[in-house]
């Protein structure tokens, strides 16, 4: 733990600014592939960091700082899902008076989409909508170790599941992946049988 000193407030703030801040693209892009929505994704980093700041005296100063993080930003999204399940379903009422209106709806679809592809930029679309197409536990253990580069030790500390949960879910998350991919591959012509 980090020991307490009259300059507390100060240690705290340093340790804040040197060791958790670097993490936050990591959590944003950890927590919008959690949540597929830019407002969501900020809401969870930002709940992550109140709470990081809330208990940093339960932080050991030098150790797996991004762990820690990441494995607060999973339980305050278990916590928000848990929250939005128990919530009637909202509806906006923009869209309902658009659509009342005779708009093309299709034009919705195409804006929602623009957004997540500028974010999937970084990675080839069809290997990110292989990835979003997991289930949640696969998505996350993937994100977690071939993303974020965690060990498998890290994940499991992180989920809170055996390390050999964490290579269950990676080994079939990734026989999905490349199932997936396999299809996609076919379609563009390449294929098992030596062709290009």
Known sequence: MIMAQ??????????????????????????????????????????????????????????????????????????????KSKQPTQVDYEDITSYQEGEDDTNYAGYADLREEMFQSMMGDEVTNAINALPVKFRVAILLCDIEGFTYEEISKILDIPVNTVRTRLHRARKQLKDTLNEYARSLGYGDSGQN
């Open 6 to 83: 009259d300059n507390n407030t100060t240690q705290y703030e340093r340790v804040f600014e040197e060791e958790f801040l670097p993490h936050i693209d990591a959590l944003y892009t950890f927590a919008y592939h959690l949540t597929y929505n830019e407002d969501d994704a900020n809401d969870l980093v930002q709940d992550t960091y109140m709470k990081a700041y809330r208990f940093i005296d339960k932080y050991q100063s030098g150790t797996n700082a991004k762990a820690w993080l990441f494995k607060i930003l999973k339980n305050a999204f278990i916590n928000q899902y848990r929250r």
